[in-house]
């Protein structure tokens, strides 16, 4: 506290000139805060004691020098191929100052023109490739370092190892739900999500876009869905006869309305009324006689008083 004591005199300290405490004797409080907040930080700094960092270990060391010496080899390989900075591709329109054309009627016109300057196209070379980053073929066993099937859809297959037309082929959403029996939910939610590219509907443009998986994949996930080939195949049995059965029942409906509505179109209903036609009465009782229809065989029995 006897350092404090100077900051509460009417002497001023020697962290502040003279003309502070002399001039304005109302901030002498604020001085005294001041001064004591930092004679407290200065002690604080001084008696912590400065904790001691932990030494790295060599593998460490060893591990950011590797880092060190691949960014630097990644940088100066951008450097070289790419020495100029990326312009805009392809051709952009310029609007030229417009040009006046006299029409000979008393006024004239400015017509606008488009001047195309083409861009020169720099072709941007891949930075260099280490070591630890080649991939090894699953089908020949070979490195390589880039493919289609490793771009699109995260398959560990070279470009020379693709097959087209069989294993590797592409085949639409449609197709996978149907030859496979997949649902939707299959495709887009379970775990790991089947990745897709998509293309323009060749059959019309204007459509949606398709979605194509590839074959290998979409068999796997068949397969962990039916478990066997075999149980993949009654499934698609017993569906196509149920898919049988409906056709033919849908037939066998359309067949007997149709010979309903020919047998209602022959037959016409006679709407007309019957005239009974009666024959000779007979007597039955004392005065209770009956009396047939010749045509509708009516019998009408009636009394006589």
Same mark, same amino acid.
């Given at each position: 506290m006897r350092v404090l004591e100077p900051c509460l005199t009417r002497e001023a300290p020697p962290l502040f000139p003279a003309r502070l405490c002399a001039?304005? /004797?109302?901030?002498? *409080?604020? #001085? *005294?805060?001041?001064? =004591?907040?930092? #004679?407290? +930080?200065?002690?604080? $700094? =001084?008696?912590? !004691?400065? @904790? &001691? +960092? !932990?030494a790295l270990s060599a593998a460490m060391r060893a591990k950011i020098e590797r880092n060190r010496q691949r960014a630097l080899m990644l940088r100066q390989a951008r450097l070289a191929t790419r020495p100029y900075p990326s312009t805009g591709e392809g051709c952009s329109r310029v609007k030229a100052p417009p040009k006046i054309v006299d029409t000979? %009627? %008393?006024?004239?016109?400015? &017509? @606008? &023109? $488009? @001047? $195309?300057? =083409?861009? @020169? +196209?720099?072709?941007?070379? !891949? *930075? /260099?490739v280490l070591e630890c980053d080649y991939l090894i073929c699953e089908e020949c066993g070979k490195e390589f370092m880039d493919s289609y099937l490793m771009n699109h859809f995260d398959l560990v297959t070279c470009d020379n190892c693709r097959d087209v037309e069989d294993k590797h082929k592409l085949i639409t959403r449609t197709e996978a739900k149907q030859e496979y029996l997949l649902k939707d939910c299959d495709l887009d939610k379970r775990e790991p999500v089947l990745k897709f590219i998509l293309k323009k509907n060749p059959h019309n443009p204007r459509w949606g876009d398709m979605k194509l998986y590839l074959k290998l994949q979409v068999i796997q996930r068949s397969l962990e869905i039916w478990g066997t080939e075999e149980a993949l195949e009654e499934a698609k049995e017993s569906r196509q006869d149920n898919r049988e059965k409906m056709k033919q029942k849908k037939f066998d409906k359309k067949v007997k309305e149709l010979r309903h509505a020919v047998r209602s179109s022959i037959w016409k209903r006679d709407t007309s009324i019957h005239q009974h036609e009666y024959g000779a009465e007979e007597m039955l009782e004392d005065d209770l006689y009956k009396k047939i229809c010749t045509t509708c065989g009516h019998e009408l029995v009636y009394e006589k008083m």
């Open positions: 001039h304005a /004797p109302s901030r002498r *409080g604020n #001085v *005294g805060r001041l001064c =004591t907040f930092l #004679v407290l +930080k200065l002690i604080m $700094e =001084t008696s912590a !004691p400065a @904790e &001691e +960092k !932990p000979g %009627g %008393g006024f004239f016109l400015e &017509e @606008e &023109e $488009e @001047e $195309e300057h =083409t861009a @020169e +196209k720099i072709v941007h070379l !891949p *930075g /260099p």
